[in-house]
């Protein structure tokens, strides 16, 4: 038999957030994880190089039921405490485009911050652990192990959602509130590209490495601006993965091809200039070639001079490019998913300590819970700000 303060199970961000904040208050804590390292989220992401946070964060860049839960935590533990934190590791670390943070170097820059900030005597790590059962007790929780039973006062679920289940996500976070009767609001993939209908796939596969900038918006009138990747099952690329978000399956979404730019007033300038150039041709002044031949067959349109185009085919064309409607078949799944949407329901939980109200004792941080960034560095700021909260008050 075991005892402890805090048992920790999830050494991702907001586990080892939790940890470092929880073992500094003196608190004995054992951190668990079934995977073989820590921080393999972390590792990856960003393209091995961690968009860790983003210059501007606030309540509107998450998703969650309740619009104002994250306020309190974001309040306590703001990007400024998580670059003063990296500050003191002296982390390289450079802005991108919208305000995103990237280390310069590796991401393995923040998972070693981490756990020097872990290594504490009072913090213990266990790993490849497989939990087979946890009870509440008069005082706190029992989580019994294959070998071991091990009890604490207070219990962290830090395990993430299902996204990216080659890192070992597992829906074991949500099981846990289902046994304390805690709401979950229904899971689905986030941040993850879009697969086409066979009928469309079959003519846009073609199209696969051509990435153009676009703006999106979805049928909630959700706007984004950035860039799209056409790919041999459908649509990627930032713009997508954020609209993705904020899309329903059997919605379509409206791509503008030429966000900046005004077609009509294009063609009609070309008319003037080079009047017997064909359509194709002057099109391809703005756009790949290979895309304005496949969009011509997918809009049905006929190539020809630009001198012999109407006021209706004008219009249609300005239309088609500007508001170009396509209804995705569904996403790539969990399989490449970077945020799982909903989770453990956030009114059951107290957005200034992150404790179940109705367990005492009982805590979830990070994604498990019904809290999704947009694309940008938001949801490890999340990590960061949720693991904090927890470990003041574990």
């Given at each position: 038999m075991k005892e402890v303060d805090v048992v920790i199970i999830g050494a991702g961000a907001a586990g080892l957030m939790c940890a470092s904040q929880a073992?500094?208050?003196g608190r004995k804590i054992l951190l668990l994880d079934?995977?073989?390292k820590p921080?393999?989220?972390i590792l990856i992401s960003g393209g091995g190089r961690c968009n860790f946070s983003n210059q501007e964060i606030s309540a509107v860049n998450y998703i969650c039921r309740n619009p104002h839960?994250?306020?309190s935590a974001l309040a306590q533990y703001s990007q400024w405490d998580f670059f003063s934190l990296i500050s003191e590791y002296s982390i390289e670390w450079e802005e991108r485009s919208h305000g995103q943070l990237f280390c310069i170097h590796?991401?393995?820059d923040i998972v070693d911050m981490l756990l020097k900030e872990c290594s504490n005597p009072n913090i213990e790590f266990s790993y490849n652990v497989e939990i087979k059962q946890i009870e509440k007790t008069t005082n706190g929780f029992k989580i019994t192990l294959p070998e071991q039973k091990i009890f604490c006062s207070s219990l962290v679920i830090a395990t993430g959602?299902?996204?990216m289940p080659k890192l070992g996500a597992t829906p074991f976070g949500y099981h846990i509130a289902d046994q304390f009767n805690?709401?979950?609001?229904?899971?689905s993939a986030g941040l993850v590209p879009f697969t086409l209908h066979e009928k469309d796939k079959s003519l846009l596969s073609e199209l696969s490495g051509i990435a153009i900038p676009v703006s999106i918006t979805t049928q909630n009138g959700v706007f984004f601006k950035e860039n799209m990747l056409f790919t041999h099952r459908g649509l990627s690329g930032?713009?997508?993965?954020q609209a993705s978000n904020y899309w329903t399956p059997g919605e379509s979404i409206t791509i503008n091809l030429l966000p900046d730019l005004n077609l009509k007033d294009f063609l009609n300038e070309m008319r003037e200039k080079h009047p017997a150039q064909s359509l194709k041709n002057s099109l391809s002044r703005l756009l790949p070639k290979r895309l304005i031949e496949t969009l011509m067959v997918f809009g049905k349109i006929d190539d020809k001079p630009i001198k012999h185009l109407s006021t209706k085919e004008l219009d249609f064309l300005d239309d088609y490019f500007h508001y170009w409607k396509i209804a995705p078949n569904g996403t790539e799944g969990y399989r490449t998913a970077e945020v799982t949407l909903g989770g453990v329901d956030t009114d059951e939980l107290s957005s200034k300590t992150m404790e179940a109200k109705n367990v005492s004792g009982l805590y979830f941080i990070g994604e498990v819970m019904d809290v999704a960034g947009r694309l940008g560095g938001y949801n490890f700021q999340w990590a960061w700000s949720s693991g904090f909260v927890a470990g003041q008050n574990v």
């Open positions: 073992g500094k208050r079934k995977g073989k921080g393999r989220k839960f994250v306020k590796s991401a393995k959602g299902l996204s805690l709401e979950r609001i229904p899971t930032p713009v997508v993965l």
